[in-house]
């Protein structure tokens, strides 16, 4: 069964830093793109970049570009987001999704999903 | 940026009504378009790729249709489960940017 298993939720302070993880399981991780996701509270979804587990190409969104950074431990088939300073704007479900390599290949698997809050 | 606009942005409809939503694409995305479902609490949910093809464990009810810049999803008896949130999503962009639609509320009455 494919399973794509995020850590769970946070509670952080403005200006704090914070890892996630995304952790896949139940198909070859090398043949898939990890993305990621945000809804924020009451909102519809943001595509923020996805990351090649293949060659660790990475490709954010604009809107996210410069705030975020994707990363990759092959060995533990795992995929990061991680903030250097948190905003309360950052206060949102951040989901991992799977897709194929394909630019037509759609998000066939997601992960729970992983709520982060921010407050002071 | 591809700009994706669903309408409408929510709907209530009876058990066994024929539900249309429609998403539009501010250019031409061929047919890299993808259909989700959402429901509270939950991870988004693919019912729909390339515009068409219906995802593998995804009820026969569900459709896809459009291509270009026009495209929309049909319920063609809804049923008591089908309540959420759709999203529409295009993979056309390159560079990508990947943007989903504002998402579609549906209610069942």
Redesign the interface.
């Known amino acids: 069964e494919v399973q794509l298993e995020q850590s769970g939720a946070e509670v952080k302070k403005p200006g704090e830093s914070l890892r996630i993880s995304c952790q896949g399981s139940g198909y070859n991780f090398y043949d898939y793109w990890i993305n990621w996701v945000r809804q924020m509270p009451g909102k519809g979804l943001e595509w923020m970049g996805k990351i090649d587990p293949r060659h660790s190409y990475i490709n954010y969104s604009p809107s996210f570009h410069g705030h975020v950074t994707i990363s990759l431990d092959k060995s533990i088939s795992t995929a990061y987001l991680q903030w250097s300073s948190l905003k309360a704007s950052d206060t949102a479900i951040y989901y991992c999704a799977r897709s194929a390599y394909s630019r037509s290949s759609p998000f066939d698997s997601w992960g729970q999903g992983t709520q982060v809050t921010v407050a002071s | ?1 591809i700009q994706m606009t669903q309408s409408p942005s929510s709907l209530s409809a009876s058990v066994g009504d024929r539900v249309t939503i429609t998403c539009r694409a501010s250019q031409s995305i061929n ?2 378009l ?1 259909w ?1 479902q ?1 429901k509270p609490g939950k ?4 019912l729909i ?2 515009a068409t093809s219906l ?1 593998s464990g995804v009820p026969s009810r569900f459709s896809g249709s459009g291509s270009g810049t026009e495209f929309t999803l049909t319920i063609s008896s809804l049923q008591s489960e089908d309540f959420g ?1 759709y ?1 529409c ?1 295009e ?2 962009s ?10 579609t509320k549906v209610e069942i009455k």
Do not use: E, R, V
């Open positions: 940026d047919n890299y993808n989700y959402q991870s988004p949910k693919l790729y390339a995802q949130i999203y999503q993979t056309y390159s560079p990508p940017a990947w943007t989903f639609g504002q998402g």
